[in-house]
C-alpha cells in the first residue's frame, strides 16, 4: 500500500510470502462479540458505505453480490474491536519489520533469484519490450514477481470483500481501507474482473502483482493486447503493470538502486536518510567505498545518493539512489525495497550474496520498539512516530542519542537503549 516513511501505516501491498505468517496468527474475539459486531457491520453497510458507494456509480446488484454472506473477519491483524482503544501491538507479526538479518534468508533469496533466473528467458521478448517502454530492467520486475506471489503461484486465501469491508469497518486505518474498498466495487462494476476473481491476502491485495483496488486502477497495463489488463491470469499484463507502477512513481531510467559500500567509523551512521542525500563522489570522498573495490559508474558519481543501514551497524550499508525509494513505495520497507534490489542483482549477474555480516540484534517487541521511540520523542527527536517500527528516522535518531550519550553508536534498537528510554 502506498508509502509512508516510517514503514507502518499506509502501505499499497503486502508481499504475500510474509502475509501467510501473519495470517497464521489468531486475534479472536468471544462468539457474542463477534454477533454483535456482525449486526454493527450490516447496519454500516447499509447505513454508510452504501450511500456513498451508490453515489459513485455502484449499482445496488454489484454492492449486493460483494456482500452477499460477508461478515467481518475478526482474526485479521491492526483491528481496533467497538469499544477499545487502537495500540501497539506486542509483536511484530509482518516480516518486513523484523529483525534484518532474517528477512536474507538465502531459502527466500534463493527462490526469488533463481526463480526469476528460469523466467528471464521464457519472457525475454516480453521483458525487453517492457524496458524499452518503461525504462525499468527486466531483473527488478522479476525479482518484485517472485517476492509478491511466487511468480503467480502464490494462491490468494481471502475473499478481499470480507477483508476490506472488515478493515473498512474496524481497522486503524480505516479510511484507507474505506477507499480501497470502493475502487475494489468500482472494479467489479466496469467489468474489469469479476466477484469471484476477487481473492486477496489478508491485507486486501489482489493478483500477482499484489496490488490493492485503488493500485490497479492506476496502474494495471493492458499489455498482451486482449484488451484488458489481467494481473490474475496474464504475464505480459502482471510484469507491464509492475513496470508501470515504478515509472508512476519516478523510476529513473539509467541510473541502479544502489551499491553496497564499506563505510569508515568515521562517517556517523546517523547521515542516514532520503533527506540527508549528497553527490555520491562526495560521499566518496569521505572515505565510503564500493565493496569488491570497483568504482562507483561514472553517472551515478555525479549523482545523488543516499546512506542506508538497515540494521545500522549490525549489517551491511548501501549508498542507494532515487530508484531504491522507488521500490519502497511498493511495499514501504528498507528491507524489502533491498530484497528486491539485490535480488534483481542476482537474477541478471548470478548469485552474489551480502559482503558485510547481519550481526546478531537485540530481540525486542515491537511495543518495546514503541516504548523507545516515545523517550525518544520526548528529548525532541523526529522518529517518524512511535509505531513500534525502526525506520530511518529512529534508526539515525538512535545514533546521534548514542554518540550524544557516550556510547557506541550503532543507530539500531537494544535493550540497553530501551531501559534508558522508560
Request: glycine share 12%; hydrophobic share 40%; aromatic share 10%.
Amino acid at each position: 500500500m502506498a508509502s509512508r516513511p516510517e514503514g507502518g501505516a499506509k502501505r499499497r501491498k503486502l508481499s504475500v510470502l510474509a502475509a501467510f505468517a501473519a495470517a497464521l496468527v489468531t486475534f479472536g474475539a468471544a462468539p457474542a462479540s463477534a454477533a454483535r459486531i456482525d449486526d454493527q457491520f450490516q447496519a454500516w453497510l447499509t447505513k454508510d458505505l452504501w450511500p456513498e458507494a451508490s453515489a459513485k456509480g455502484i449499482s445496488r446488484a454489484t454492492f449486493d453480490a460483494a456482500f452477499e454472506g460477508v461478515k467481518p473477519n475478526l482474526k485479521l491483524p491492526d483491528l481496533v474491536l467497538p469499544g477499545e482503544k487502537p495500540k501497539t501491538p506486542k509483536k511484530q507479526h509482518q516480516a518486513e519489520f523484523g529483525s534484518p538479518g532474517n528477512y536474507f534468508s538465502e531459502k527466500t533469496l534463493g527462490a526469488v533469484t533463481s526463480g526469476g533466473r528460469a523466467r528471464a528467458g521464457a519472457n525475454a521478448k516480453t521483458l525487453a519490450a517492457i524496458e524499452k517502454r518503461f525504462g525499468v530492467p527486466g531483473g527488478v520486475v522479476l525479482a518484485i514477481w517472485g517476492r509478491e506471489s511466487g511468480f503467480g503461484a502464490a494462491k490468494m486465501p481471502y475473499d478481499a470483500f470480507e477483508v476490506l469491508g472488515t478493515k473498512a469497518f474496524l481497522a486503524t486505518r480505516k479510511e484507507m481501507f474505506r477507499k480501497e474498498l470502493l475502487a475494489g466495487l468500482e472494479m467489479v462494476e466496469r467489468g474489469l474482473v469479476s466477484r469471484k476473481a476477487m481473492r486477496s491476502s489478508w491485507a486486501g491485495a489482489l493478483g500477482q502483482p499484489q496490488f490493492l483496488p485503488t493500485s490497479f486502477l492506476k496502474h494495471a497495463v493492458d499489455f498482451d493486447g486482449d484488451g484488458r489488463a489481467d494481473i490474475w491470469n496474464s504475464t505480459p499484463d502482471t510484469l507491464a503493470s509492475i513496470a508501470n507502477y515504478l515509472v508512476h512513481y519516478g523510476w529513473a531510467k539509467g541510473r541502479d538502486w544502489g551499491f553496497e559500500v564499506s563505510l569508515p567509523e568515521s562517517v556517523a551512521c546517523a547521515l542516514e536518510g532520503p533527506d540527508q542525500g549528497k553527490k555520491i563522489s562526495d560521499w566518496a570522498a569521505m572515505g565510503i567505498t564500493r565493496v569488491g573495490g570497483k568504482p562507483f559508474p561514472r553517472n551515478e558519481a555525479r549523482a545523488e545518493g543516499f546512506l542506508m543501514m538497515p540494521a545500522g551497524r549490525n549489517g551491511p550499508a548501501f549508498i542507494v539512489t532515487p530508484n531504491f525509494y522507488v521500490l519502497k513505495h511498493y511495499n514501504e520497507s528498507d528491507v524489502y525495497a533491498l530484497f528486491i534490489g539485490h535480488g534483481a542483482d542476482r537474477i541478471a549477474s548470478g548469485d552474489r550474496r551480502f559482503v558485510g555480516n547481519w550481526g546478531k540484534v537485540d530481540g525486542l517487541y515491537r511495543s518495546d520498539v514503541a516504548t523507545m521511540q516515545r523517550g525518544l520523542e520526548k528529548l525532541g527527536y523526529d522518529v517518524g512516530g512511535a509505531d513500534g517500527l525502526p525506520g530511518f528516522k529512529t534508526r539515525r535518531s538512535i545514533g546521534d542519542w548514542q554518540a550524544k550519550n557516550g556510547r557506541a553508536a550503532t543507530c539500531f534498537p537494544d535493550k540497553g537503549l530501551l531501559e534508558a528510554m522508560r
